[in-house]
């Protein structure tokens, strides 16, 4: 328990209780009040923050440094109590998300440390980094001994790879065949029509 953090949780809230107080008073006018009410309910958020600071001291370990670097560089207070709680209580692919929505809004968003801690529990975890298999230089490496005869004899019965290679030795072997029957049939054929050829009349 880090009672630092506590001492800072209990200030807090005698502060926005004075600030509330005064609201009962009606020592302020309406559009005063509805201000003040606002500014104690920050205050509150941040007693909040300093209490589970307390409780779970904040870690951002888990984060990577150039998250962080990106967060400070898009204005987003470091040193917030609120901001460095919530970082730490969420996955740091949900940081990613926040930032770059931010990155992509910049102009439209004034308000970037509200913007965060609202956006930061409402991005969906994920996994960071590449998708694609990570491919090591020892995934080419060739095995050290040579496969053995009989775990090749082995292999080639699994898969009858003898009856394939016949097969295929085979399927040559007729194709061959088939072409030349078809040369020889061809070279009978054409003195035939050779002698046809000449039995027909010439026309001049």
């Known amino acids: 328990m880090d009672y630092e953090h506590l001492k800072?949780?209990?200030?807090?809230?005698?502060?926005?209780?004075?600030?509330?107080?005064?609201v009962v008073s009606e020592k302020s006018t309406i559009s005063a009040n509805n201000q003040t009410v606002e500014t104690a309910k920050e205050t509150i958020k941040k007693a909040i923050a300093e209490m589970s600071a307390a409780v779970n001291p904040p870690v951002t370990n888990h984060i990577p440094d150039e998250f962080l670097a990106k967060a400070e560089n898009l204005g987003i207070p470091l040193d917030d109590i609120e901001v460095i709680v919530a970082i730490s209580e969420h996955h740091p692919s949900q940081l990613a998300g926040v930032l770059a929505e931010i990155e992509n809004r910049a102009e439209n968003i004034r308000r970037r440390r509200e913007y965060f801690l609202i956006r930061l529990p409402e991005m969906p975890i994920e996994k960071l980094g590449s998708?694609?298999?990570?491919?090591?230089?020892?995934?080419?490496n060739w095995p050290e001994k040579p496969?053995?005869?009989e775990y090749r004899e082995a292999i080639k019965a699994k898969y009858k790879i003898d009856r394939l290679m016949?097969?295929?030795?085979?399927?040559?072997?007729?194709?061959?065949?088939?072409?030349?029957?078809?040369?020889?049939?061809?070279?009978?054929?054409?003195?035939?029509e050779n002698d046809s050829d000449f039995d027909e009349e010439i026309p001049f």
């Open 8 to 22: 800072k949780a209990i200030k807090l809230l005698i502060e926005a209780t004075q600030n509330l107080e005064d």
């Open 131 to 140: 998708r694609l298999p990570i491919v090591k230089v020892t995934d080419f």
């Open 147 to 149: 496969i053995s005869k």
């Open 166 to 192: 016949k097969k295929r030795s085979d399927s040559r072997t007729s194709i061959f065949a088939k072409i030349q029957a078809a040369e020889e049939y061809l070279g009978q054929s054409q003195p035939g």
